[in-house]
Nanobody, 114 residues
Framework: QVQLVESGGGLVQPGGSLRLSCAASGSIFSFNAMGWYRQVPGKERELITSISSGGFPNYTDSVKGRFTISRDNGKNTVYLQMNSLKPEDTAVYYC????????WGQGTQVTISS
C-alpha cells in the first residue's frame, strides 16, 4: 500500500526552527529521489527541495541556505530541517517522490507567526 505520513509541523515564531519527518512506504522511497513540497491556499503545490537516492540535494532559491533535506534509507524516511523561518514559509508541507506520484499524504501544517 502506498503511504506517505508527514509530521513535525507546528506554530513557531519568525526566526525559529522546525524539523519535519516523512515516513514513506518502500515502494515510493526505495531507489527514488524524494522531495518536499508545500502549498498555501489558493496556490499550486510547489516543490521546494529534493534529494536523490544517493543523498544529493537541490533547493529552490526561496529556501536555499535555510532548509536542509536529508534521508535515512534504512528507515524509508526523509527529513526537512527548517531554520530561520519566515512568515512566507507558512504552508502545508508534503513529501512525495520526485517527480511525485498521484497519491499524497495528509501533509503537516507549518505556521510562522509572532
Amino acid at each position: 500500500q502506498v503511504q506517505l505520513v508527514e509530521s513535525g509541523g507546528g506554530l513557531v515564531q519568525p526566526g525559529g526552527s522546525l524539523r519535519l519527518s516523512c515516513a514513506a512506504s518502500g515502494s515510493i522511497f526505495s531507489f527514488n529521489a524524494m522531495g518536499w513540497y508545500r502549498q498555501v491556499p489558493g496556490k499550486e503545490r510547489e516543490l521546494i527541495t529534493s534529494i536523490s537516492s544517493g543523498g544529493f540535494p537541490n533547493y529552490t532559491d526561496s529556501v536555499k541556505g535555510r532548509f536542509t533535506i536529508s534521508r535515512d534509507n534504512g528507515k524509508n524516511t526523509v527529513y526537512l530541517q527548517m531554520n530561520s523561518l519566515k512568515p512566507e514559509d507558512t504552508a502545508v508541507y508534503y513529501c512525495n517522490r520526485f517527480p511525485p506520484i498521484r497519491s499524497w499524504g495528509q501533509g503537516t501544517q507549518v505556521t510562522i507567526s509572532s
